[in-house]
């Protein structure tokens, strides 16, 4: 059964309302049958990127953005990805990769989460 999204208790930080919605967003995923390879992932150093969850899906790699909003108002929560927030979840998936012999097929989703409901944009965006 899924988990909606509840209005945020008083004293809810922002990161335990991401924390709850990459949980949400894991869950979906798994579901779906794709396997968790990393959870936040982070380039060192400052101005880097970070990719909330890398998935496997078969023999595709996948990079996953989440976000969350209360409502589809203002573009909604996929609007809220714009060319800069790509370009640093690419630099951190180029970083990923190479820790990697052979980097595999690779894409990028975005998992939205706005309300009770739970979208997912497969190859939403490109490194190119």
């Not at 390879?37 to 595709?60: S, W």
């Amino acid at each position: 059964m899924q988990r909606g999204l509840q209005p945020p208790a008083r004293g809810t930080t922002t990161k335990a309302l991401g924390d709850a919605a990459e949980d949400r967003a894991l869950d979906h995923m798994r579901r779906a049958g794709l396997q968790l390879v990393a959870r936040n992932y982070r380039t060192p150093g400052r101005g880097g990127g970070e990719i909330d969850l890398v998935m496997r899906d078969g023999a595709t790699l996948v990079f996953v953005e989440v976000r969350r909003r209360a409502s589809g108002g203002h573009g909604g929560a996929a609007g809220s990805i714009g060319f800069v927030k790509q370009r640093r979840i690419v630099y951190a998936a180029r970083h990923f990769l190479l820790r990697l012999g052979a980097p595999p097929p690779c894409r990028f989703d975005v998992v939205t989460i706005e309300a009770e409901q739970v979208t997912w944009l497969r190859a939403a965006f490109d490194a190119g």
